[in-house]
């Protein structure tokens, strides 16, 4: 499957329901399914598609163990246990790559994702892909442009401000005895300055630029407590809410220092102070291959793809690349050679 890229893997045990015990291994999370490892042997226990989930609860096994536990439309149970991070990091991740696999209504299309894609519908992808880049792209240039017009029409307003300006020190500079020396000390009223209805005009326009609006999973500083809420890309910057929809955060575009691309579903953003901690986020989000291509352009000399998502990003300089292919939808071949498994990321640092 070439969107089934790993997004996570946790250090936790699973429970054998024949063998009454738990086994430890490590739990990976894919764009489309979940697996279960185990250390010992690195046999596959458990692998399911995310689509043949129907509820995911936090439980406790015998009273003592904090579990999490995963029903299937067949009625298998699963229980996690001992799972780090956290408990409540993973159930967040696992629950919102479910939830928004399920409002996508893709559970059709994961199905037959498992036999061989026709020409047609990979020449129909491609061309999907394409348009909605170029939508995206579209969006950014046309606020920009505006932006760009509303500053020139400042500019203009400035440059009549102080040709007035220059008029008035010129009398005030001429002896009130002189002649030819004009009465200019009422400003007229067109040349009133209207600053105040421009820059209005101007924060009005910054908050409604919005580009692109998308469900995430955040976490600051502690990667050990998550929240939901939700990444906006606005023309001005970044904002992050909660899901009260109040906000946690606003990046003023100059303000944001470097935005660190963990993998195509992961990525962190850092505001530098000097003398005081940095401000940082953490985000997870199903819909983050929308939204880095826009970041990548609006902060291109910011942005850092590191070690998992630099193979995917390669990806522009093949043909399908050029063509406007997603970069985030790697070739299953290319996927497997170039990524043995999923990494341990738990530990990382924003």
Known sequence: ????????????????ELEKQWVPGKLSLTSLSLKFMTDKTREILVNFPLSSII????EASHFIFRSITILEKD?????FSSLQPSRNVVFSIIEHFWRELLLSQSGAAVEESSSPM???KELTG???????????TARVLHHQGEQLDSISRGLDKMESDLDVADRLLTELESPSWWPFSFKLWKMPSETKPKWDASMASSKAFGKEGIVIKIPAVISQKIESHVKPG???VLVSGLEIHNSDSSLMHRFEREEVDDIKVHTPYEISIRQRFIGKPDIAYRLISAKMPEVIPILEMQFSKKIEFLEDALM??????????EKGYSVWHAD???TKRSRVGCRNRAGETG
């Open 118 to 120: 026709t020409k047609g």
């Open 230 to 232: 939700r990444l906006t």
């Open 75 to 79: 009625h298998n149970k699963h229980w």
């Open 1 to 16: 499957m070439s969107r089934d890229i790993c997004i996570h893997t946790w250090p936790c045990s699973y429970y054998l």
């Open 55 to 58: 509820e995911i609860k936090k």
């Open 126 to 136: 491609l061309m999907a892909c394409t348009q909605k880049r170029l939508e995206d």
């Open 332 to 334: 299953p071949e290319e």
């Open 312 to 321: 995917l990003r390669s990806t522009r300089t093949s043909p399908l690349a």
